[in-house]
């Protein structure tokens, strides 16, 4: 991401914060005449502490510098989370985090034989394993069940965010899609925030703007989430309504590989109709 991009990032990441904050739950007046949702520039400087003029420089992009203290009342004032404050900190800190790493990835991650038998293992749990590209790297039967057999796609084609955009399968699959979507989104957006040198990442996202017409949309509207924790309803054209809770793991290694571990929903028939349609198939 070069000096201009993360600009233009910086400042549509906090005007999408800024508009998600009900003024009454900083204890402002709601007020009648407000022309866009959530805060004003001048609400947000006055909760952080910092001038109008500063803050407004700061939210247009302009190349202002800011340090610590200030982006952390800043992220205060928008009751960031921590991916969040991170995020803030990578796009408005030059030299912040991720600036010095390093921005290639010259080959496909490895999953390791203890990370092939967690695969195994979590056999009623569809679990898919992608790099900090979203590329996926790994997946078990279960998961070629409930969402497609990844062995069908070439390799290069198997990045998760595409996929859940381009094939018709998985749009129909999710009850609510852009639910289902966000989720990945904000997984690729920490570590966008994270490996700023890596100029794939823009080249990624002007393709899929390019393509997708919602996806701008849903690109600004996610969150930053290193680890999203999510109950999806899924409609399987075989195996009917499913319930999964979604735990995104990060892998510990020089790898930065991630599992998402979709687990059947408690009290729920899920596993039942996930055993069922896997022994239909002889697993």
């Not at 001048?42 to 992009?61: C, I, N, R």
């Not at 800011?66 to 800043?74: N, P």
Request: charged share 25%.
């Amino acid at each position: 991401m070069n000096h201009h991009t993360r600009r233009q990032e910086l400042s549509v990441f906090l005007k999408t914060q800024r508009a998600k904050i009900l003024p009454q739950s900083v204890g402002l007046a709601p007020g009648t005449r407000r022309r866009t949702p959530g805060l004003r520039r001048e609400e947000v400087a006055q909760l952080a502490g910092v001038s109008l003029t500063w803050y407004t420089w700061l939210e247009q992009g302009r190349d202002i510098q800011a340090s610590k203290s200030v982006l952390d009342a800043i992220a205060t004032a928008l009751q960031l989370t921590i991916d969040e404050r991170k995020y803030l900190h990578a796009l408005a800190s030059e030299g912040g985090a991720g600036a010095g790493l390093v921005g290639k990835q010259e080959e496909e991650p490895q999953i390791s034989p203890a990370l092939q038998r967690i695969l195994q293992e979590l056999r009623f749990c569809p679990t898919i394993i992608t790099d900090r590209r979203c590329q996926i790297v790994g997946w078990n039967q279960a998961a070629a069940h409930v969402f497609l057999d990844f062995q069908t796609v070439p390799v290069d084609e198997r990045n998760l965010i595409r996929l859940v955009f381009s094939r018709k399968e998985l749009r129909r699959l999710a009850v609510n899609w852009e639910h289902f979507v966000k989720g990945f989104l904000s997984i690729f957006r920490a570590y966008y925030g994270q490996y700023l040198e890596d100029e794939w990442y823009d080249l990624f996202l002007g393709e899929m703007k390019e393509e997708y017409p919602e996806f701008d949309r849903l690109w600004e509207q996610s969150r930053v989430s290193t680890a999203p924790e999510v109950l999806i309803e899924f409609r399987h054209s075989r195996g009917g309504k499913m319930l999964f809770e979604l735990t995104s793991l990060q892998v510990q290694g020089s790898a930065d590989l991630r599992l998402s571990v979709y687990t059947p929903a408690a009290e729920t028939s899920t596993e039942t109709k996930l055993r069922q349609l896997m022994e239909r198939n002889g697993e």
